[in-house]
């Protein structure tokens, strides 16, 4: 993949019902999620769905999804975890109440960034970051293993 200019890909969350993917908007304890390793191309972590606001889903207050999302930033400020929200654009087109909620969640991300308690990245810059450290991983351990022989 990476000889046809592919950085990395972003990873499926295990599938669960629709009940279940609503249910988890209420998980205030869910964990940002760690780095994953890959042989070839940076695997993203899959990241998180902005709510939309549609159908069901608008059941879930905007403020229990900024509390959500504001508890992933804290944690993943403390652990060097990964927050990655993702979206359909038509989720805004069909439901534009999902774009108060994106603004309050970037509104946050950019507070946290210029404190310097949260670092914002493109899937790119992600990719160039992780692909670098796993690069230098293994040549520090093919290093260390050479010299051992």
């Given at each position: 993949?990476?000889?046809?200019?592919?950085?990395?890909?972003r990873a499926a969350r295990p599938t669960?019902?629709?009940?279940?993917?609503l249910l988890s908007e209420f998980n205030?304890?869910?964990?940002?999620?760690?780095?994953?390793?890959?042989?070839?191309?940076?695997?993203?972590?899959?990241?998180?769905?902005?709510?939309?606001?549609?159908?069901?889903?608008?059941?879930?207050?905007?403020?229990?999804?900024?509390?959500?999302?504001?508890?992933?930033?804290?944690?993943?400020?403390?652990?060097?975890?990964?927050?990655?929200?993702?979206?359909?654009?038509?989720?805004?087109?069909?439901?534009?109440?999902?774009?108060?909620?994106?603004?309050?969640?970037?509104?946050?991300?950019?507070?946290?960034?210029?404190?310097?308690?949260?670092?914002?990245?493109?899937?790119?810059?992600?990719?160039?970051?992780?692909?670098?450290?796993?690069?230098?991983?293994?040549?520090?351990?093919?290093?260390?293993?050479?010299?051992?022989?």
């Amino acid at each position: 993949m990476t000889q046809h200019g592919f950085a990395g890909f972003r990873a499926a969350r295990p599938t669960r019902s629709r009940l279940s993917s609503l249910l988890s908007e209420f998980n205030l304890l869910e964990r940002p999620d760690a780095e994953l390793r890959s042989d070839d191309i940076v695997t993203i972590p899959a990241g998180f769905f902005l709510n939309w606001r549609s159908g069901l889903r608008r059941a879930v207050p905007s403020f229990v999804s900024l509390t959500r999302a504001k508890r992933l930033l804290d944690v993943a400020a403390g652990t060097g975890g990964t927050v990655h929200y993702w979206f359909h654009p038509e989720n805004i087109a069909t439901a534009p109440a999902t774009l108060g909620l994106f603004a309050a969640i970037l509104r946050e991300v950019a507070t946290r960034g210029d404190s310097g308690t949260c670092e914002v990245l493109t899937q790119l810059d992600y990719c160039n970051r992780v692909g670098s450290r796993e690069r230098l991983t293994t040549r520090a351990n093919f290093a260390a293993e050479a010299a051992a022989e």
